[in-house]
């Protein structure tokens, strides 16, 4: 209730030569100023205010034009999250998103031309949308972890092996010892992040490949003949679990999709495109 009468309090109006104006906003100021000289002006003021706010946040026609202008805001900040991600990824990352937009644009398409039902193409818009946006952030942690794989160093298994037989030596002070351990140990946890790291880097590219085939038979199913269906894409993938440190600087970016999306608020785009 509170974003409607905020809507109608700053409701802005064209004038010719001058622009949008708060005019409603303007004329609560101009009662304030004159019940300075006749204070009967500040009880009319709040009278006709009050009736302003309660007619225009009732009407179902405002809250409509309201709730459409919100949710076009929420496209506009989606969409730009969605741009800084794309364009932070690698070349070949890029390339494999951009191929997913362009068949998901193909099956729209599809399903336009085939006279599918307005219900059932922007179902399958938004659904398309959503997977497109999974898709991103999957490459967008395949990135990270491919950054991380590079930064770590190629010796690792064998400075393991060599502190392990150092340890063996009976001979090795116990202050030497002492400090050779906690470098195993540091050495150790490092190797089992690696290890970590390949199993989920492992389910991010079955899950890249997954949405792909379910694009690509998005696309497929839409071409057949007879009246097309919407298309719908809920999957259950591994990497859906993927922490929120994996993104990086990326992650409030991802944070704020993700919240978008999971409460099933982030409008989709008017028609996906690959990008530019």
């Known amino acids: 209730m509170w974003r409607y ?12 030569g001058v622009g949008p104006l708060p005019l409603n906003a303007l004329a609560v100021a101009g009662f304030a100023i004159l019940g300075f000289a ?28 309201v709730d459409a202008e919100a949710l076009t805001g929420q496209a506009r900040t989606a969409e730009s999250r969605r741009d800084d991600l794309l364009a932070a990824l690698g070349g070949a990352a890029r390339g494999r998103h951009d191929r997913l937009l362009a068949t998901a644009t193909r099956a729209e398409r599809l399903l336009t031309d085939g006279h599918a039902s307005e219900i059932a193409i922007d179902e399958s818009r ?16 395949q990135q990270r972890l491919t950054e991380q794989a590079a930064s770590e160093p190629a010796d690792l298994d064998q400075r393991i092996a060599g502190l392990e037989r150092e340890l063996a030596d009976a001979a090795l002070g116990a202050t030497l010892r002492d400090s050779k351990a906690a470098t195993l140990e540091l050495l150790l946890r490092r190797r089992d992040n690696r290890t970590r790291r390949g199993q989920s880097t492992a389910e991010i590219e079955a899950d890249l490949a997954r949405i792909e085939a379910q694009v690509d038979l998005a696309a497929e199913n839409a071409a057949l003949d007879g009246r097309p269906a919407a298309v719908h894409l809920d999957l259950d993938l591994a990497g859906n679990g993927l922490s929120g440190d994996l993104f990086g600087t990326s992650a409030p970016a991802v944070a704020e999709l993700d919240r978008l999306y999971g409460a099933g608020t982030a409008p989709s785009r008017p028609r996906m495109t690959a990008a530019n």
């Not at 409701?11 to 010719?16: F, I, R, S, Y």
């Not at 002006?41 to 026609?61: K, Q």
């Open 5 to 16: 009468l905020k809507a109608a309090f700053w409701l802005n109006a064209p004038l010719p």
């Open 126 to 141: 938004r659904s398309l949308d959503r997977i497109a946006w999974i898709h991103l952030r999957l490459l967008v942690a």
């Open 38 to 65: 006749q204070p009967a002006f500040w009880l009319l003021g709040a009278g006709l205010e009050t009736l302003w706010l309660f007619s225009l946040s009732t009407s179902a026609r405002f809250r409509r034009v």
